[in-house]
């Protein structure tokens, strides 16, 4: 057998391995846990609401949207980093650029304050 071929057989055992540990793990949690089931503990929790009838649906649309809002402005981050780290090989032109980016991004923000989004109570 080639040393290539040796390479890919030690990977699959550390695979099997790994997988046979995992399910070992999972078979034993499952015979030694406790069965006590219950219409309580199979009801779905719904952060202290009962999830049945008119009063489930209780969360209002702004908390999605600031929610949106924070994702928006932390994948700015991801963007800003690499190109903060580059930019004195980049340019002016990345310079400009990033700018653009901004304020963009900053005028999506004074819009959101404007319509009241960031606003916590209503």
């Not at 069965?35 to 202290?48: F, H, I, L």
């Not at 008119?54 to 690499?82: K, W």
């Amino acid at each position: 057998m080639t040393r290539y071929f040796h390479d890919y057989i030690t990977v699959a055992v550390f695979a099997g391995v790994g997988i046979l540990l995992v399910g070992v793990a999972l078979g034993m949690s499952a015979m030694l846990r406790p069965k006590n089931p219950s219409a309580t503990k199979r009801q779905t929790y719904e952060c202290g609401i009962d999830p049945v009838g008119t009063g489930f649906s209780q969360t209002h649309v702004r908390y999605y949207i600031f929610a949106l809002l924070f994702l928006i402005f932390d994948v700015e981050a991801v963007f800003i980093f690499p190109w903060a780290i580059q930019l004195e090989s980049l340019g002016a032109f990345a310079l400009v650029e990033m700018v653009i980016f901004l304020v963009i991004l900053l005028a999506g923000l004074v819009y959101a304050i404007r319509k009241g989004v960031l606003r916590w109570e209503s």
